[in-house]
């Protein structure tokens, strides 16, 4: 686990198939099973969706919370690694 780089996206425009890219595409689906398997829900309650690592949620929801964040349905937490996977 090496430290990376989390970010906030949004998506103020976006079609109902970058939608289901997101929540049901093949190319997250090991990032959504991996955050399920520890017990983490990668689609937040806000609508927001969550793409980062296991070991990264907690830490991430954490700083989400500090900083008072509000959540909205076009927002995407993304890591590093993985902001190729949502804008493919």
Known sequence: QTKEAVNLLEYKRHSERFREALTCGKLLESCRSAL???GFQ???PSGAKIFVHPWQY???MATIEQQGIPLRPYHVIVSESLEYYVEA
């Open 36 to 38: 399920e398997a520890e």
């Open 58 to 60: 907690e830490a991430t």
């Open 42 to 44: 990668w689609l937040h």
